[in-house]
């Protein structure tokens, strides 16, 4: 029970509510439905921050005010994106800069503006009308548009010229998934000399600014242990909410949260502005109110209990979280399983976190002396827990629970670990993230991530030696990643394969100004050496180069590559097409232990037989 | 001279629009497809010599034994893990080959290796396609050639199989008759099937010769599959197109719920080839009774001893044992004998009953029409991978297989917008793409989506008997748990990228 002296901290209720699988949710993590939300807060509690103190800049503000001071001259804007891009939210700051503090109808004028919140509310033909009076010379309002993609395209097939033109320079090119520098030119002009400009959310890459800003926002002590809520809290000693607090105050854990999320996106996966409160939110709480950890649910738990509330394992979590509290995960979190180092198992690692945390065996001599990071209190009490029960005195009674326990604690330590400064590096996901994000930062002068692709691409032609500049004309055939029994089969092209990493979308210099955004999208290109031609391309993300970077480690089996044995497959498949085209006629070799045999046709008058040529 | 009537078989077949009710590999079909476009077959008599230890030296040049064997052991273990589709029982020597080159595709015994099923796929889908979209036959022959340049096997294979001309003119097939008497299936092959090949030349523009070839095997499978769903739909159903809901969990294990109800939605499609059957036999009693006065008669007469009179009429059939009419006439008149201590006087209802059930009968045996089409709907399903788990043991039911969902994703994919059947904005997202299915195939994962559930009501409430698929669906939770199962396993073959919890996007790379 809730002793009546102790009192919810709102700003837990807040961070709840931005969560979009909280089981009482209200919806409040939705933009529209949040003023009143935060009001009701505020009445509870007048310390609690208002919006604008809540508020994370991004960009986009910029172009609110550049569009308010009229710095830029558009006629028409669109926004585009995806549920929970922040299309509303802008809309909504846009014309709180003009001074319109009521709520948005479908279409609000204010000024020189007229808005359209959301396009799916709007009649198609009304749209239609408003936008081909927008192409008129000389119109007299800028027209703002949030609009979904899907939409986007279906209102500009029905639309006729100049629409169509104008779908042809500005629209469409700026919907491509991958964008090069060349096209981005041609399209910044393109907008400047139209004033129509599209603001594509999916290009969007915020999480290295917004993690950290977010966190600031919401980890001020100011709303927890300074708080009249935490200040008198009975619990807050033991209180998963607060530690996680605390720690993601840290920069370095900030930090850490933002690798893990931006290895997300360099995987593929997109974070908008909802997606990421709603999953910060979640490890800020670990999913509990105050009344779960002041009341019955979790005051008998034990310390290794309350861990898996912490923020390591909450912004890991995949299933629902079942007792003493349910917390069910945020859909994301699938996402990043592949940076989550709980259950990845390396002796000689957790060592390395033991003796960083000072944690010693029962038996060791060591005091943890050398310990160069302390632990947290909630993680040194699990862990002192569980020493006492490791006595000897204390007599096994259940030894498969206290093995289970001990390998939960483990679990935690790895995950809490890579977030913590001295312990956190050595890990492939952030090898192969920081190999992606250095070359879409244009950081990548020595050709790392090229020169790792390709090494690893030839270690599973079974080249022994480093070739790091072009890929080997001695294959495996393509087909041996998909049918292992092929991979007895090699090619010899008779040319290497020239590469380069291309990435995309590389936007205007105008629409980078008002757009978080890197060119995520990275591929290795090759082609047959010397002949320029369309290359063959293989999609790089950060899982795959994850994978390519155990196979540098000495893991060249074809089926540690998962799914993207099928890519791979095709890549090479491409290559070889390629090589064809080229005039190029690839013999075929048969291996057999380390003998191979040249296999070919002779072709006779009568008839047509193999000839075996053995090769060393 | 005895009245002859029609064979059941036959017009079974020609009814299901099956050009022969056989077991066959999809394999096979695909190579008698392209053996009938390309109009070339080979002799590939010295490519399955290699399987011959006492001729396979006189396929080397310069053949060292102690050397050159183990190499042949090695080429010919590849071989069959990867290009052989049938084999002899006995020897294991290989009959037929995943059809990479057409020379590949023998020239003899066609009718027995092939059964003639080519013919459905090039008269029934490929040039029905060629029809709506001029060109497409010539693309698809362009596809075809190209496969030995891409594939390392094919290109070193060809030059040992000698081409054969095979003209194949063009016929009308069985599926082309039954496409004349069902204007919805007619309907569905001139948009869907043809959209589904002009999509597929453009989907297989990224892909390596073998998943091109993969591609084109499941796509076949699925278009024969739910051709015939339509012809089992039955009569009062014409104006419907089929359902069926299929499981998403990769393992039946994983979700009981959703794995009884696909097991009992394949059964009933399944079941529908007897009934099938028995509605042919039918019409067959009807066309004999309406040729002959006498017997029209002996229906209506309301006498056991004219009935009777049936017992003299003959079934269409080879070969001299004449089973299927010994059959029909033991079971007719046992059945009189049976039904005359019952009743006195036969109704003209149970006269016809008793013959028609008499016919089919004849032909009910283990391997009888009826049996093979179920053979034929689960292996054409089976190649499409819409049907599973593998294994002999273990109860079939409509499952999506891991290729299964990237074929119809990549298809998705290249798709033209227009052609999309969602009211969608999206029409890559997941959402437009689950009814697309429903809307094509009558492929139904969740009934969440509108869509889907329009079809399933008007699927349902076209007759009593497919009233009975609403029973065989699972509840909305379970199918909601399916499409949970469905989202999971598309994430981990990366056909799908999510820009929102709202907006999950094919994806094919």
């Known amino acids: ?616 | 001279m005895p009245v002859v009537m029609e064979n059941l078989t036959e017009r079974f077949q020609r009814y299901l629009g099956v050009q022969q009710a056989q077991s066959i590999n999809s394999e096979d079909l695909s190579a008698d497809a392209i053996a009938r476009l390309m109009e070339t077959r080979g002799d590939n008599s010295a490519l399955i010599a290699l399987w011959d230890r006492s001729q396979r030296k006189e396929q080397v040049a310069d053949y060292r034994a102690h050397e050159h064997e183990p190499v042949l052991d090695e080429l010919v273990r590849v071989l069959d893990a990867t290009l052989v589709v049938q084999r002899e029982r006995g020897s294991g020597r290989p009959k037929t080959f995943s059809p990479l080159f057409p020379e590949i595709i023998p020239a003899v015994k066609t009718g027995t290796l092939y059964r003639e099923l080519g013919r459905t796929v090039l008269d029934g889908f490929w040039r029905p396609t060629d029809r709506v979209s001029p060109g497409f036959l010539s693309s698809l022959k362009l596809l075809i050639e190209r496969w030995p340049q891409q594939h390392p096997l094919a290109r070193l294979l060809q030059p040992l199989c000698r081409p054969l001309s095979s003209p194949s003119p063009a016929g009308t097939g069985n599926l082309n008759a039954a496409v004349t008497v069902d204007p919805l299936l007619a309907g569905w092959v001139d948009h869907v099937v043809a959209q589904d090949w002009t999509a597929y030349l453009k989907a297989a523009e990224n892909l390596s010769a073998d998943e091109q070839l993969d591609m084109m095997n499941a796509l076949i499978g699925l278009h024969l599959h739910v051709a015939l769903l339509y012809r089992l739909r039955g009569a009062g159903a014409e104006s419907a197109a089929p359902v069926f809901f299929v499981a998403a969990a990769r393992q039946p294990e994983q979700d009981r719920t959703c794995d009884r109800a696909a097991y009992n939605c394949f059964s009933f499609w399944r079941d529908r080839t007897a009934q099938a059957m028995r509605h042919v036999a039918g019409e067959i009693v009807d066309q004999t009774a309406t040729a002959n006065e006498e017997l029209r008669s002996a229906l209506n007469q309301g006498s056991w001893i004219r009935l009777s009179s049936w017992s003299g009429t003959e079934i269409k059939e080879s070969g001299r044992r004449k089973r299927a009419t010994t059959e029909f006439v033991r079971e007719l008149k046992a059945t009189i004998n049976e039904a005359e201590l019952r009743t006195p006087v036969p109704t003209a209802e149970i006269a016809r009953h008793l013959v028609v059930g008499a016919l089919y009968a004849a032909f009910d045996t283990t391997s009888g029409p009826a049996v093979k089409a179920k053979d034929f709907l689960r292996n054409a399903g089976r190649a499409a991978g819409i049907v599973g788990p593998e294994g002999s043991y273990r109860r079939k039911r409509y499952q999506l297989e891991d290729r299964a969902i990237e074929m119809l994703v990549r298809l998705h994919a290249a798709r033209p917008a227009e052609t999309i059947k969602t009211a969608e904005d999206e029409r890559q997202s997941v959402g437009a793409w689950l009814d697309d299915l429903a809307e094509r195939y009558g492929m139904i994962i969740t009934l969440e989506r509108e869509r889907a559930r329009a079809r399933f009501d008007d699927a349902t409430s076209a007759s009593k008997v497919m009233r009975a698929l609403r029973s065989h669906f699972p509840s909305e939770q379970a199918m909601a748990t399916n499409r949970e199962f469905l989202d999971e396993r598309m994430e981990l073959l990366r056909c799908v990228r999510k820009f929102s919890d709202a907006s999950s996007i094919i994806y094919v790379g």
């Open chain 1, 1 to 616: 029970m809730t002793t009546p002296s102790q009192i919810a901290n709102p700003m837990v209720d807040y961070l709840n509510s931005l969560r979009t699988q909280q089981q009482d949710s209200n919806a409040t993590y939705i933009h529209e439905a949040r003023h009143e939300f935060v009001s009701e807060l505020r009445q509870r509690a007048p310390w609690f921050p208002d919006e604008k103190q809540l508020y994370v800049g991004t960009k986009l503000d910029l172009l609110a005010a550049d569009l308010k001071s009229r710095r830029i001259e558009l006629r028409l804007l669109f926004l585009t994106g995806d549920a929970g891009d922040g299309k509303t939210a802008f809309c909504a700051n846009l014309a709180r800069q003009l001074d319109h503090e009521d709520d948005l109808r479908w279409e609000t004028e204010i000024g020189p503006f007229r808005i359209i919140k959301d396009a799916s509310e709007v009649d198609e033909a009304i749209l239609s009308d408003r936008i081909l009076e927008q192409l008129r010379p000389s119109p007299t309002r800028t027209l703002v548009v949030a609009i979904n993609e899907g939409r986007l395209r279906r209102l500009f097939r029905s639309l006729a010229e100049p629409a169509q033109s104008l779908w042809r320079t500005v629209v469409e090119p700026a919907l491509e998934t991958s964008m090069d520098e060349a096209h981005a030119l041609t399209l910044g002009e393109a907008v400047r000399s139209s004033g129509v400009m599209v603001i594509n959310f999916r290009h969007r890459f915020h999480v290295r600014s917004v993690t950290p800003a977010l966190l600031q926002v919401w980890t001020d002590a100011n709303q927890w242990e300074a708080s009249p809520a935490c200040s008198t809290c009975t619990e807050k000693g033991r209180c998963p909410i607060l530690a996680n607090v605390l720690d993601l105050r840290t920069t370095s854990v900030q930090s850490g949260i933002s690798d893990v999320l931006a290895w997300s996106h360099f995987s593929g996966q997109r974070l908008p502005f909802r997606r990421l409160q709603a999953v910060l939110a979640l490890a800020t709480t670990g999913g509990l109110r105050c009344n779960d950890v002041q009341g019955d649910a979790l005051r008998n738990e034990t310390a290794l209990g309350l861990l898996r509330y912490r923020y390591y394992h909450a912004i890991f979590l995949r299933g629902d979280l079942h007792g003493p509290v349910t917390v069910q995960p945020e859909p994301i979190a699938q996402t990043f399983a592949g940076a989550d180092p709980g259950y990845f198992v390396s002796p000689e690692r957790d060592d390395e976190i033991q003796k960083s945390f000072g944690m010693t065996g029962p038996s060791s001599s060591d005091e943890g002396g050398n310990a160069s990071w302390v632990l947290p209190a909630l993680e040194q009490q699990a862990a002192d827990e569980l020493q006492q029960q490791l006595q000897p005195s204390t007599g096994f009674e259940d030894v498969a629970a206290i093995q289970e326990d001990l390998a939960r604690l483990m679990r935690y330590l790895r995950r809490h670990a890579q977030f913590v400064d001295s312990v956190a590096g050595g890990l492939d996901w952030r090898q192969s993230l920081f190999l992606l994000e250095q070359y879409a930062a244009g950081q990548d002068s020595e050709r790392k991530l090229t020169r790792t692709v390709v090494e690893a691409i030839n270690r599973l032609h079974r080249v022994a030696e480093v070739m790091s500049e072009t890929i080997t004309g001695n294959q495996i055939d393509p087909a041996g990643l998909r049918v292992p029994s092929r991979q007895v089969l090699e090619l010899s092209f008779g040319t290497e394969f020239d590469v380069r990493a291309d990435c995309g979308p590389k936007l205007p210099p105008l629409l980078d100004a008002y757009l978080e955004s890197t060119p995520s999208e990275i591929y290795l290109a090759a082609w047959p050496a010397g002949h320029t031609s369309e290359p063959a391309k293989l999609r790089l993300d950060s899982r795959l180069i994850g994978a390519l970077l155990s196979v540098l480690r000495g893991y060249t089996s074809w089926y540690s590559l998962g799914p993207y044995r099928r890519d791979l497959a095709r890549f090479h498949g491409r290559l070889m097409a390629l090589a064809v085209e080229r005039g190029r006629s690839p013999t075929l070799a048969i291996r057999i232990g380390e003998k191979r045999y040249g296999v070919t046709v002779e072709k006779g008058a009568d008839r047509s037989r193999l000839r075996f040529e053995g090769r060393g």
